[in-house]
């Protein structure tokens, strides 16, 4: 079975200081990862792919299969960042993303 | 057209009511998904639809009835209701199931059942 974790449901920050939300997996095979990010009143939507290896809004992700983790980074957060963060796992064969439950960042001014 | 389109964007319904959400999407997407999400939760696979035929039912109550009429359209048919259905439900699309590609939200149907 296929299992998201994000160990951390609010991260607080304030603006300017480095950022790194947690997400761990689980899945025997080789799995595809995202991240997705929700602003307040607007919809979900993908902010990387691991595949892809890019930097998007300052922030990237690398996937470390030794560890089973995809954490999320940014150097310095600014306060448009705050939002909720879903990690996603999509495993072969049918790719349909299982989502972890979700971080909440907070930047304050 | 890189959207996907839900209506109504609210409803509220007794638990009486027969009512539907409607999904639609024109990039050609040959997956679509139901999701269900509740307030600070992350979404939650409902059903999928891959080349408009139902491949994922994840164990929901019947008072859910899903259909797919054609490759672009996604409905999702609401009767009897519970209160504890009130949510928030995506529509969500990709390239293909089975096929690697990211998911499409809609920005959803945020449903009250009274």
């Known amino acids: 079975a296929q299992r998201v974790t994000q160990p951390e449901k609010l991260l607080s920050v304030f603006k300017g200081a480095p950022v790194e939300l947690k997400c761990n997996y689980s899945?025997?095979?080789?799995?595809?990862l995202f991240w997705y990010v929700q602003y307040s009143r607007q919809r979900l939507q993908l902010l990387l792919r691991?595949?892809s290896r890019e930097s998007i809004k300052g922030f990237t992700a690398d996937l470390n299969k030794g560890e089973t983790s995809f954490h999320l980074k940014k150097p310095f957060a600014q306060e448009e960042d705050s939002a909720m963060y879903y990690c996603?796992?999509?495993?072969?064969?049918?790719?349909?993303?299982?989502f972890g439950r979700g971080t909440s960042l907070i930047v304050h001014p | 057209d890189t959207e996907v389109t839900q209506t109504p964007k609210h409803l509220v319904m007794g638990m009486t009511n027969k009512k539907s959400l409607k999904c639609e999407q024109h990039m050609g997407h040959r997956a679509m998904y139901w999701y269900k999400q509740k307030a600070k939760k992350p979404p939650e696979l409902m059903f999928v639809y891959s080349y408009e035929k139902l491949s994922i039912n994840e164990s929901v109550p019947s008072r859910f009835s899903p259909e797919c009429p054609n490759s672009s359209l996604l409905n999702l048919h609401l009767h009897a209701l519970q209160p504890e259905d009130s949510a928030l439900y995506l529509c969500a699309s990709s390239v293909g199931a089975g096929r690697r590609s990211e998911a499409f939200f809609g920005q959803g149907t945020r449903l009250t059942v009274v």
């Open positions: 691991h595949i």
């Open positions: 899945y025997s095979g080789s799995p595809e």
């Open positions: 996603a796992l999509a495993s072969g064969g049918s790719y349909i993303p299982t």
